[in-house]
């Protein structure tokens, strides 16, 4: 269950051993295994400039797929982005930036701290007033230095009686003998004490961020003539708090916006349904935080952002996208532009979602999932009766789920999942007798998978290169292994799971609903996919840790214009011919805002003129159509790289493509 827990050391023991066999259950689908991916191989991605292929490994070694010779190559190592470890995002823009997520625990020794100090106010009754100080802004007659170097023993000077500070926050008398408590100065787990000459007491806390997660987004500009990576910091998190448990999501799951402005990011829950991880009582009553269970949208062209643990300034500051996410590991595009967003759910059998994102958008974690209340919120809940708690996992093991008296109220109005409309994929546990049913089956409304099945490897059909019934369709992963047939595994019920799945998509009033069907099932933990053209490329955490190449039907197109299907677009854009490079023919999409009168024309690198592939009025709307590789006279052309340029009205691009024989 890579999605739902990135502890690899859970992982590894979780994850299938067996070699795996994937089989289509179409007869137009072709399935061949490329190579076997280096271990701890998290993410694959394509450069959309040429769709060369890379994959990142968890320790952020880059390497580069050539899908000819089957063989990966080094690319770039901690060496160039300069980070060690902990990666688990990947993703490449428009213009062939890399942009890399890790995660790393805070430093134990910070160099951060917090200062209370008590005045005495009566020497008979000991009373004093105690206030916090700001580091930031001390009174200049805070003795600093001395505070800083002082131990858990002080003495009074003006009374030379001996002090110790306990680890509970008292302070005692030498040998014994409570004086003060954390209550009166307000520090559990102090650091120090020191007593100035005037008698006031200082207590020092030293801020260990060991048990905090910062978050780091390393972008790698490329230099387009040199084919050079500046590599530095895009964002960071300020450090915010993990919690004692597996449920740790972390941040990871990133996508580039099709114009290249902006930066998705997803930072996963450390909670398994909200219930209080107090980090072994380190963060009193703390469920989540400002930082967690959220999408994050920061620019592109930024450069050392700061991404504060404070909701309201994430908000204000723009950053904030969308609330309400347990873990959204992987996001896409569609064709139309819209965001998708895979999650996956909790260790109680509740659904897995696929969520149009939206800004402003809360999905309704940790109150709601898929489309049940999580009953832990209810004053009336008893665990005991609920008939979904699966016995194997860690929250029920544990005893997370639990009379909650304290649970918060919903903060608002909550935005639903993509409804699944079968017939795969959508099994469920039925809350009333604890019988596992058929949604589609049943006629129930289902958001959107079965429970446990950890979806990811979200790519969608964005040039249109696909032959119906997949034509401008998404496709998803699912990583836990399955029964097919019944209850007997840590996973998903009545579902086979570890597969790649249709997603139909239709959009329904003002969300989607998807057809979902299972068209290649056996893999052995996929963890993430890439599609380019009609192809799928999936690699494998499990078993022999393959890369496979799934072909789907392509388009076919003769040199004329196919419309493709969904929404008018709001800009004029060329797309990266595909594939590229090509030996036989290759397909060109183009969409228009507006009608337009267009001109699609391929050039030699010289400039000259070698065939006009269309010249003629269009409306708007998403278009494509295919070169053969021949001149205007049916000849064909040389190997080598061209130029093809769209104009359509005021609108002119211009890309490379290169024919190879």
Known sequence: MFARCLSFAVLVALCSTAYADPQATRDDIEISRILNVPRNTVRIAKDPRDNTLYTLRQNGAVDRIDLAAAAHTPAYSRADHGIRSGFTGFAIGPDGSFYLASNRRGPRDSGHFALTRGILLDADTGERQWEQLDPDNLPVDVPIDDILAATSLGRDPTTDIRYALKTNGDITLVPSGTVYTAADHGFSRPSALFIDDAGTFYVLKRIDLSSYNIATITKGAV?????????????????????????????????????????????????????????????????????TAIVLRV????RDLVLPNDRDALRTQGFLYAEGLRNAYDLAFAPNGDLFATENGPDRDMA?????????HHYGFPWRMGLEDTPQQFPDYDPASDFLLPARFTAVREGYYHNDPTYPPPPRDFTEPVINLGPDADAYRDPADGQIKDASEEGVRFGTFTAHRSPLGLVFDADNALAEPFQGDGFVLSWTEGDPDGDDVAGPFNDPSEDLLHLDLAKVGDNYEARVTRIVGGFSNPIDAEIIGNRIYVIEWGGGRGLWEIVLPQATIETAVAEAKGIVPEEFALAQNFPNPFNASTTIAFQLALPSQVELSIYSISGQRVRTLISTSLPAGHHRLQWDGRNERGEPVASGTYLYQLLAGDFVATRQLMLLK
């Open 223 to 291: 230099d387009p003539s040199s084919g050079e990576r500046t590599w530095f910091t895009l964002a960071e998190t300020a450090p915010y708090e993990r919690c004692d448990c597996i449920f740790n999501h972390e941040v990871n799951g990133l996508v580039v916006s099709p114009d290249n402005r902006s930066l998705f990011i997803n930072s996963g829950s450390r909670t398994d349904h909200g219930e209080i991880q107090d980090g072994n009582r380190q963060f009193s009553d703390l469920r989540e935080t400002a930082l």
């Open 299 to 302: 620019p592109t062209d930024a």
């Open 352 to 360: 897995e979602e696929l969520n149009w994102l939206r800004e402003g």
